[in-house]
């Protein structure tokens, strides 16, 4: 069966260091893989999706990136984090064959 | 813009009540709707609906699609703390291939009171 891992569970960053969370999926062969994120105000939003390695397509302007080095493996990086990017992130995947499936998400605190 | 919205937004019950959470939707080529309970951490899937007026039900959980006037509802019978949650509804589009690109609503905070 599937399964999504996404870490770390939790981090506190300062205003202007770097980020990377990483997410990997096993039990499945070329994935899509999403990148969202929920605010406060509870709703999630799409922020990256990728259909296959090196392909990523941003749904939002924003200061994060994301990259695709293996079939598997989605990051979710930024260069200087900002107070806005607090937030919970989200890791999700999915085939031709079911729905979207989550990780278990990262709490980011920017301090 | 794709566009789905929940109500209400927040709700509290009894154990044992009947409670009908709604989503109403505006989306080009539409293909699914998708309903997903929140509780800590990951959203987990409950229901896919694709077509008009037919139930999908899960034990005490069981959601409809309306088509026509653009709305799903997700009714849970005989509620009990442990579906205390965020509910969340979610669509896709038709875009071309299997990319399940969700546009979620803000979601439906239940909280049910023993």
């Known amino acids: 069966s599937q399964t999504i891992h996404q870490w770390p569970a939790t981090l506190v960053q300062p205003v202007g260091s770097p980020l990377s969370l990483e997410c990997t999926v096993e039990?499945?062969?070329?994935?899509?893989l999403y990148w969202y994120r929920q605010a406060a105000g509870r709703g999630l939003q799409l922020l990256f999706y990728s259909v296959g390695i090196g392909q990523i397509s941003s749904e939002v302007p924003q200061n994060l990136s994301a990259s695709r080095p293996q079939d598997r493996q989605f990051i979710l990086s930024s260069k200087k984090l900002l107070l806005s990017d607090s937030g919970f992130y989200l890791c999700?995947?999915?085939?031709?064959?079911?729905?979207?499936?989550f990780g278990n998400g990262t709490r980011l605190t920017v301090t | 813009e794709d566009k789905v919205v929940q109500s209400p937004l927040s709700l509290v019950v009894h154990e044992g009540d009947t409670v009908t959470l709604n989503c109403s939707y505006e989306?080009?080529?539409?293909?699914?709707l998708l309903w997903y309970k929140q509780e800590k951490k990951a959203p987990t899937f409950l229901f896919m609906l694709?077509?008009?007026?037919i139930e999908k039900k899960s034990g005490r959980l069981s959601s409809i699609l309306d088509k026509k006037e653009l709305f799903s509802i997700l009714n849970i019978t005989a509620t009990q703390t442990g579906d205390s949650a965020i509910y969340l509804c979610?669509?896709?589009?038709?875009?071309?291939?299997?990319?399940?690109?969700?546009?979620f609503g803000k979601g439906t905070l239940l909280t049910v009171n023993p």
């Open positions: 989306v080009t080529n539409f293909r699914s």
């Open positions: 999700a995947w999915s085939d031709p064959y079911s729905p979207l499936h």
């Open positions: 979610a669509l896709t589009r038709n875009s071309g291939g299997s990319n399940y690109k969700l546009t």
């Open positions: 039990g499945t062969s070329n994935p899509n």
């Open positions: 694709t077509s008009s007026g």
